[in-house]
């Protein structure tokens, strides 16, 4: 069982950068491949990033891609998103999640097997 926790989320202007955070425990962290997803008001959850479980593969959503990067460190259990050049449209919970197995790129919620609770990003114009 793993357990994921969120932080780094707050309020930033138009422009601005953030870099979430995910913890992991109770697991071996290394074995899992991760991904962001984000869930504004009234909408479906929707992937941002994914990436495998060695850090050297990730895919990001066209909507984030230039703008966001995630990334993982093993030896802290740990994966990252940063996000820079920060817009309204994403204004949203942001979720990190764990996946025991991977047959493409993580782009659905359905492939993982973990989430976390969510760190909200409010992003003003």
């Known amino acids: 069982q793993v357990q994921l926790v969120e932080s780094g989320g707050g309020l930033v202007q138009a422009g601005g950068s953030l870099r979430l955070s995910c913890a992991a425990s109770?697991?071996?962290?290394?074995?899992?491949?991760m991904g962001w997803f984000r869930q504004a008001l009234g909408k479906e959850r929707e992937f941002v990033a994914s990436?495998?479980?060695?850090?050297?593969?990730?895919y990001h959503a066209n909507s984030v891609k230039g703008r966001f990067t995630i990334s993982r460190d093993n030896v802290k259990n740990t994966v990252y998103l940063q996000m820079n050049s920060l817009k309204p449209e994403d204004t949203a919970a942001y979720y990190c999640?764990?996946?025991?197995?991977?047959?493409?790129?993580?782009?659905?919620?359905?492939?993982?097997?973990?989430w976390g609770q969510g760190t909200q990003v409010t992003v003003s114009s």
């Open positions: 999640a764990a996946a025991s197995f991977r047959a493409g790129r993580g782009t659905l919620p359905a492939e993982y097997d973990y």
């Open positions: 990436v495998y479980w060695n850090g050297l593969t990730t």
């Open positions: 109770g697991g071996t962290f290394s074995k899992y491949h």
